[in-house]
């Protein structure tokens, strides 16, 4: 129950400590160091390892440590029965004593200058700072490690870490501190937080380690370090963070939150570890993972590119991501994003988001966003705001892959909501699994304006070839309408038009049923040639055949090329379909498909060029004029082979079945005019 703190002002003369130092309340620690006269030298008034002197300050004493040995120098222990200095240790604990610790104490330190920082840690002689509540940093602080013992500075729960000064763990080029020239390594690892394991960890009043809480490096402040690993609650950068990089040594960003978020802002950067190497500066990993708990966040707003290289990959967990700066990950390396979920397979699904903004970029050899499965092993949505460019950039030999979303199955199934925004995604292979909502970029009133921009990869300095897969299996009518710049393909993956069942007393006849994701509308539209190609959804129609489906509107269009179909097209759903959600639509100049179609009993089939507009077509607005050619053969002066079509019409034999296909000369459209069966040109 003790109160109280602990104020050590500069000036304050301690440099005639022997060997060790404890300064402990069960309150706030403030120490501040000058330089003083003592003995006839000018010397750092506070004692430090360069000056063989063990340092430790302690807020908060009723928190208990566990080192590994009694010569490893932190005072707050009981080695043995004849030691009474309190705490839970569980060879010498007395269940009698009741020792509470002081949560919510801090400790203030404002040691050292840039030219002669204080010293931490050195060859086995420690000098440790722990508090059961918030460390302030506003001094500068050489906490170099040697002697290849594993050990942190600064550990603290419960509480926050706010630097505001500079936190040295090396002598990389670059450092605003005087390198110390008796650190034996150059370049340290910044180890910060409380590890659930190991000599250093603290419990505080229970016999569970107990994580950190959040660390902020506070504008203006400074971690000079080899690399960088944090675990706590949460982790804000605003100021800088500098790591060294030699020949042999590549600093690596590991950050992970129990509870909080992410925030890596201010300045990131990679320099000269050892005053020799000159580059290339780069991250060999990449780790940001803040996926404990529902809502965690990551965001990326460095004042300079982010840049992951050596064929190491780069790796975001979190419920919700926002990328205002660029990631690059080159020399082979991934880039993957792992939603949040709760970890139950029958919890409800988590909603999220990723945001590229405008003016990002996102590169990486492959870009797994949710393709790997979830953080957790239940379901996770999440919606994509793209406004900067993706880019999977492949190799030479094997185009690069953006895949959507993953598993299909409850257990660590990851969904794509909607995917939207002003920006592109580049790709060779571009998937969408699990599809739930819509894609799109919403800017008018004109369907063909309002297409997502997918571009294909360059290839021989022209666009090449993307190879697109959607998914789509929303419980509401969905929108997939994409501009592509090149070629592509497309398939419908595990998409049904129409779903199924037997009738109870009727085992003969398939009653249809109206899929969830009825009435949605697949709009495509490539600059080059368009190929369609089969998906591998189940032939609910029990036709026989390989199918792409899609429960909707199919409008495809190829722009200077070919637009072909190798696969029979099916998107039947009722004898009725809502107008505006049906027909199939081939628009190019050079249609290929000798292959049947399958489509409501209301609606078209059209084969055609793309519009035309202008002054000659005035009093028309604009048509669909005749196709040059339709399988190798020109409509004006021949009659081509057709595919044949078939209608969904009500089953004239079987009561309980919905409908059955039929080849119609003529039908009744959705505005109730009689209409032909195929359509080449048609007029407003």
Partial sequence: GATGGVQI???????????????????????????????????????????????????????????????????????????????????????????????????????????????????????????????????????????????????????????????????????????????????????????????????????????????????????????????????????????????????SLDVTATSGNINISGTVSVVSGDGVYSGPFFLNGLGLYA??????????????????????????????????????????????????????????????????????????????????????????????????????????????????????????????????????????TLTFTNLLGSVNNITTGQILANGFQIDAPMANGQPGTVNITVTADGAALQGFNVGIVGNATISSGDTVAVNTQTPAGNEKYAQYLYPANANSNLVVSASGSLTVNAGTGADNYGLGTALFQWPGLIYLTAGSGNLTATVAIANAYGAQAATGHAGVFFIANNINDNFPIYTNGNAGVVFASPFLTGTLWAHLQAIYPYALSINGINPFTSNPGLPTVYFATPNPTAANANFSFQVLNSFTNGRGYQQENQTFLTLP
């Avoid at 160091?33 to 004493?61: K, L, N, R």
């Avoid at 005087?178 to 394991?197: D, I, Q, V």
């Avoid at 205002?324 to 397979?345: A, E, R």
């Fill in 9 to 251: 002002n500069a000036g304050a003369d301690l440099s005639a400590v022997g060997t060790e130092l404890l300064v402990a309340d069960a309150g706030n620690v403030n120490v501040q160091g000058a330089f003083v006269s003592h003995g006839g030298h000018t010397v750092y008034s506070i004692p430090s390892v360069t000056q063989g002197v063990a340092v430790t300050i302690d807020a908060g004493i009723g928190g208990y440590f566990m080192p590994s040995s009694p010569s490893q120098n932190v005072l707050v222990q009981d080695f043995g029965a004849s030691q009474t200095f309190g705490s839970l240790s569980t060879g010498n604990y007395n269940t009698n004593f009741s020792y509470q610790d002081a949560a919510n104490s801090s400790v203030t330190l404002n040691l050292g200058t840039t030219q002669s920082p204080y010293e931490m840690i050195l060859s086995g002689v420690f000098s440790e700072v722990f508090a059961d509540g918030n460390i302030s940093n506003q001094g500068n602080v050489d906490m170099v490690w040697s002697d290849g013992i594993y050990g942190d500075a600064f550990e603290w729960i419960n509480g926050t870490f706010t630097n505001t000064g500079t936190l040295n763990f090396g002598s990389q080029t670059g450092s605003t501190l005087t390198p110390t020239t008796s650190e034996t390594w150059n370049m340290s690892t910044a180890f910060l937080g409380n590890p659930t394991t190991g000599p250093w960890t603290i419990y505080g009043n229970t016999t569970q380690a107990l994580s950190a809480g959040s660390f902020v490096n506070a504008t203006g402040g400074l971690i000079n370090a080899g690399s960088l690993a944090f675990i706590g609650a949460a982790f804000s950068n605003f100021g800088t963070i500098q790591m060294g990089q030699s020949a042999s040594s590549t600093p």
């Fill in 291 to 428: 996926a404990a708990t529902a809502g965690q966040s990551v965001t990326l707003n460095a004042t300079t590119p982010l840049l992951v290289s050596g064929g190491n990959s780069a790796t975001i967990a979190a419920t919700n991501v926002t990328m205002d700066s660029s990631l690059t990950v080159n020399g082979g390396g991934d880039f993957t994003f792992k939603p949040y979920s709760v970890n139950n397979t029958s919890a409800a699904p988590v909603s999220g988001s990723f945001v590229l903004a405008s003016g990002a970029t996102l590169s990486a050899k492959n870009l797994y966003l949710g393709s790997s499965g979830a953080a957790n092993a239940g379901p996770a949505y999440t919606s994509y705001k793209i406004d900067g460019s993706m880019v999977a950039t492949g190799t030479s030999s094997a185009p690069g892959k953006a895949l959507l979303g993953g598993s299909s199955s409850g257990t660590y199934k990851a969904s794509p909501f909607n995917v939207s925004g002003a920006g592109s995604i580049t790709a060779g």
